[in-house]
């Protein structure tokens, strides 16, 4: 009857909760989204380009500048994919302490997903509680490498230094605190009548379409698809691990928030194992001073907080550096779905949405 | 009163109203901006944090960071005043003004203390004398115009997200506006007059022996929907949808900055006010104080503060709700308040003139 | 007596709002300009639209309004409670009137009820 005109608008790259530097291009009927695209290369500084030129050594302190809220995760992918394409055997001490560390790495991403998941849902005070727990976990990491955020925390074959006098100790402290934390972001959330109404049935991707897109992590979780690669594919000392890969069926963005408060309880089992079994001896293999790789290629995948982290490496005969590097980001592969999980929908349930696929610009631009 | 007025030189009458005017305006000046303060420290010590307590005058006087909001007030001042060409330069001015107007007339006509008499006159603590026949309503007409200021700020910045928020708004206040004014229907009706003076005698006392004999308990319902209603009405969290920073930016006022912006907040803090005596007055037995039926003996300084101590108690209860919940998706605020809230003040008023038929 | 007297304190009050504001805009406007920055830039100057140029130019589009229809039924039920307040204040004196008032309100909730099931207050429709 009335011909309505749509409205084009930018959301991002200076907003609020685009987590970042993402664009998003939006058409709009109403409120109502028709299209939506998102744009990215704000934040692209070509690290697998520049690893090109580095060492197997220096490529690591790259790593850390891309999912820069999961830098531990990414330093584990790096330095396994080299040991793997050099056939270096990492001894068991380095490999518990590289699974302790990942996991409270892991615990880290999550709580600062769900401070600004929420925040960006308006409930604002979920953010510093959740602060206030990484600011621990930040603590441990500046006790054991000196960096909170980019800590380049491992070497290829071990780790440079045992752990810091009195670390367990302070990991200890965090254990037993922790679990109670996690119960209080849980009550202020979980069944909150309005939280429940913003994100159940908001943002639905099937587990078809997340295999489809290649979405994997807690998105794909959510969706009912119990697929883990620390259980898949186990590295560093997931395979003495005890833990369970929770999963959900609604596939919606309440669905993946019960994920990831569940992973986050698991991770925290994990880390008692590690601190509880942590064996003895050396935490680094005998090298070569310089490594020089042969023709070889490795694809090497673990599971980071976002999802798959992927590292294809090509060696060149006598080379230090890597002939090609590629890395499958998850955040890059899931913010795919966005588009997919938004039209047709409100423009508050973008904003959800987004939020939910927990993207990190650093890692979809690289 | 006599003495003020001889010093004046004019009649008690008008000295006794520009006292009322004064205080009606000044509590209102007077109490936003520690307002801001107390949203920022509460805030803070809900989420475990300090909050501001650097400012300080001379040096040395920080009074708990409420230096804060006199920094604030400076900063707004000498803060770049930019209309951006793309705006109605004219509708861009007006908007503070129709924003911050209305929100200053929130006590406008709440009586804020008790009736006393002076040298044979009766004087009252409110602006409208009882017996006009306006009462209450003044306040249900001023509070929808505020929605002007924000459609008029939205429309005249020329921005998406500006118009995005002023759409917010308006269905805004086609979702509560309904469910609110037959939830005070209900009141009226019990009561039987728009008066506040009547509506707040009318709860003194004792309610089933043990409860005060406000509104609050007699229609607890009625009370529920004008409750949630405010919310919506001071534009708060959860109901914050024409601002909603976290996705429309900041909303209608986008483009505002300076002194500009500052009125507009200063206006939402008005609101809260406002709101909290609308709420103090309808529901919580305004100036009354608990379970005490005459107030013949009471000093009126007495019933002053404790209509204050119910207003700032009410915002202290608007702040904690907005660091607390999550924010409504405003198609959910349609349903609530069409599907959920008008049935039940419906019900409500219903229930209370079918007790009362003849 | 003026009829108009009773209001003159409200009437004062909003002259003093009004002045108040006024003369803070005009001090932040007209006065201090000399002493705050003014800086324009064509970058500042655009419409703040996340920090890249508009996609569309302007803002003034026709705007799909969701809830019309909501909007429509909300002066309806404004206008009954518009029609309800001079009753409910004399309802004390005439408490018989019950009966007349419900076959109104039962009008309007036929009424009401009928939009709800046609699903008029649903989001979009």
């Known amino acids: 009857m009335f011909k309505n005109e749509e409205m084009e608008i930018n959301l991002g790259p200076q907003h609020p909760s685009t987590h970042g530097v993402l664009r998003v291009k939006l058409r709009l009927d109403g409120e109502t989204v028709t299209h939506c695209e998102p744009i990215i290369g704000y934040l692209h500084r070509g690290v697998e380009k520049i690893c090109e030129d580095k060492t197997f050594f220096q490529g690591q302190v790259w790593t850390d500048r891309m999912d820069y809220v999961a830098a531990i995760s990414n330093n584990l992918g790096w330095a396994e994919s080299i040991e793997k394409l050099f056939g270096i055997e990492v001894p068991r001490r380095a490999r518990y302490i590289r699974t302790m560390l990942t996991e409270l790495n892991r615990i880290s991403s999550h709580l600062l997903w769900l401070g600004t998941h929420a925040l960006d849902i308006g409930a604002m005070t979920v953010f510093l509680y959740a602060f206030r727990e990484r600011e621990q976990i930040l603590d441990l990491f500046e006790a054991f490498c000196g960096a909170r955020l980019t800590t380049t925390a491992f070497r290829i074959g071990g780790l440079r230094e045992d752990l810091p006098p009195g670390f367990l100790k302070q990991a200890q402290a965090f254990q037993d605190r922790f679990l109670a934390c996690v119960d209080e972001y849980e009550t202020l959330l979980t069944e909150n009548r309005i939280w429940k109404k913003r994100t159940v049935g908001v943002a639905p991707i099937s587990a078809e379409d997340c295999i489809a897109y290649g979405v994997t992590g807690p998105v794909l979780r959510a969706a009912g698809v119990a697929f883990d690669i620390r259980k898949a594919f186990p590295y560093a000392a997931y395979d003495e691990m005890e833990f369970d890969v929770p999963t959900a069926t609604a596939a919606d963005t309440y669905a993946r928030y019960q994920v990831r408060v569940e992973e986050m309880r698991q991770s925290h089992r994990i880390v008692q194992q590690c601190i509880d079994k942590l064996p003895e001896g050396p935490v680094m293999a005998k090298l070569p001073k310089v490594l020089k790789s042969e023709v070889g290629e490795v694809y090497h995948a673990i599971e980071a907080p976002k999802g798959e982290l992927g590292y294809y490496l090509v060696g060149e005969k006598g080379s230090g550096n890597p002939y090609r590097f590629h890395v499958r980001a998850p955040s890059f592969v899931n913010l795919q779905a966005l588009p997919k999980m938004t039209e047709g929908k409100l423009l508050a349930d973008v904003i959800a949405a987004i939020g939910t696929l927990d993207v990190v610009l650093g890692e979809v631009d690289r | ?358 | 007596m003026n009829p108009a007297a009773p209001f003159l304190p409200v009437l004062i009050l909003i002259a003093l709002a009004s002045v108040v504001a006024v003369a803070i805009l005009a001090l932040s406007g007209w006065l201090l300009p000399k002493l705050k920055p003014n800086n324009p830039q064509d970058a500042k100057l655009l419409p703040f639209e996340c920090g890249v140029p508009p996609v569309q130019e302007g803002a003034r589009h026709r705007y799909s309004v969701k809830f019309y229809l909501v909007a429509m039924l909300f002066i309806l039920f404004d206008v009954e409670a518009a029609f309800l307040l001079p009753w409910a204040v004399t309802y004390k004196a005439h408490a018989w009137t019950f009966w007349a008032m419900l076959s109104f309100m039962a009008t309007l909730l036929v009424g009401f009820i009928y939009a709800w099931g046609k699903g008029a207050l649903d989001w979009e429709r």
């Open chain 2, 1 to 358: 009163m006599e003495t003020l007025a001889s010093l004046l030189h004019t009649s008690p009458a008008t000295a006794w109203m520009a006292v009322k005017v004064l205080m009606a305006f000044g509590l209102i000046m007077g109490i936003a901006p520690p307002l801001t303060w107390a949203e920022r420290r509460g805030s803070a010590m809900i989420q475990d944090r300090i909050g501001p307590n650097r400012a300080a005058l001379f040096g040395k006087i920080r009074i708990l960071g409420l230096v804060q909001a006199l920094a604030d007030g400076v900063k707004f001042f000498f803060k770049e005043d930019l209309v951006p060409p793309h705006a109605n330069k004219r509708l861009f001015w007006l908007a503070p003004l129709l924003a911050f107007v209305p929100a200053m007339l929130g006590f406008a006509v709440i009586p804020m203390g008790r009736s006393f008499l002076s040298g044979g006159t009766e004087y009252h603590l409110s602006l409208l004398d009882p017996g006009n026949g306006m009462g209450m309503l003044f306040p249900m007409a001023v509070g929808a115009m505020a929605v002007y200021g924000i459609l008029v700020a939205a429309w005249s910045s020329n921005n998406k997200w500006a118009i995005l928020g002023g759409m917010r708004a308006s269905a805004q206040m086609v979702s509560y506006e309904v469910g609110l004014s037959l939830a005070v229907i209900a009141i009226f009706m019990v009561t039987g007059g728009y008066d506040p003076h009547e509506i707040v005698k009318a709860q003194q006392g004792t309610f089933l022996g043990v409860l005060p004999n406000w509104y609050v308990f007699r229609q607890p319902f009625g009370f529920l929907v004008f409750f949630v209603c405010m919310f919506a009405e001071a534009n708060r969290l959860p109901f914050d949808f024409a601002e909603g920073e976290s996705e429309i930016v900041a909303g209608f006022h986008i483009e505002y900055g300076s002194m500009k912006f500052a009125l507009i907040g200063l206006a939402e803090y008005g609101h809260i006010l406002g709101a909290s005596a609308l709420i103090t007055t309808m529901y919580l037995g305004g100036w009354g104080i608990p379970f005490v039926a005459d107030h013949g003996q009471i000093p009126v300084i007495v019933t002053f503060l404790v209509f204050l101590t119910k207003v700032i108690a009410l915002c202290l209860v608007f702040i904690w709700v907005r660091w607390t919940l999550p924010r409504f998706r405003y198609d959910q605020l349609m349903n609530l308040g069409w599907k959920k809230l008008l049935p039940i003040s419906m019900a409500n008023l219903l229930y209370f003139a079918y007790r009362m038929r003849g």
